[in-house]
């Protein structure tokens, strides 16, 4: 027989048994490194596009909302439509862009807002002559809206408070917030585990 074929059938063999050897270590350290690359490629656009984890912290939301809270914001929903009253916004702070707030959507663009004598008032097209605001789907019974002051918001402004209206720092103290200034809205609570479920947007009657 050829000594060349040989050799060949040598080095065949020799190459076949130290596969045998390391197959188990790399095909482990190849499994990991596909599910890591896979993780990457799902995990993260989720994260950053659709949908993202958020603690609560103060009581600037209480009583439907608690120190320590755990929500999920839903991130896509204002790429098809606009933001609507009453949702839960989360939004980058005036004060600091490297943090987030989370309060209640109160004014619309292009809309008057007048705080007075513990009321919300509201004006714009469909009412002229304004309504007040009834906000017992969410409000405390008897909650007043401390501050007295006038605000006509722009074509890309919102005015955002915080339901524990005593305790809240809101628009009412950094002014209007810009839709691209949203994050995103509280779409579903993960804790406490008791309240697990999707996040309701109240309906106004006007």
Do not use: C
């Amino acid at each position: 027989m050829n000594d060349n074929f040989l050799n060949e059938q040598e080095k065949q063999e020799t190459g076949r048994g130290f596969e045998k050897k390391i197959s188990p270590f790399f095909s482990l350290i190849f499994d990991l490194a596909k599910l890591l690359v896979l993780a990457f490629i799902i995990v993260l656009p989720i994260h950053y596009f659709i949908f993202q984890p958020f603690y609560i912290v103060g009581p600037s939301m209480e009583p439907n909302f608690y120190d320590s809270d755990y929500l999920i914001i839903e991130k896509v929903a204002y790429h098809f439509r606009n933001p609507e009253r009453g949702e839960i916004i989360i939004f980058k702070s005036p004060n600091n862009p490297k943090s987030h707030l989370i309060k209640r959507l109160i004014g619309l663009p292009g809309e008057k807002i007048i705080v007075a004598k513990g009321n919300i008032k509201i004006y714009n097209k469909d009412f002229p002559q304004g309504f007040e605001l009834s906000e017992n789907l969410y409000l405390t019974p008897g909650t007043n809206t401390p501050g007295d002051l006038e605000v006509e918001l722009k074509d890309n402004e919102y005015y955002l408070l915080g339901d524990n209206r005593n305790m809240s720092l809101d628009s009412r103290i950094f002014g209007p917030i810009r839709k691209e200034d949203f994050t995103g809205r509280g779409w579903f609570r993960g804790w406490p585990f008791k309240e697990l479920g999707f996040i309701k947007t109240p309906t106004f009657v006007y």
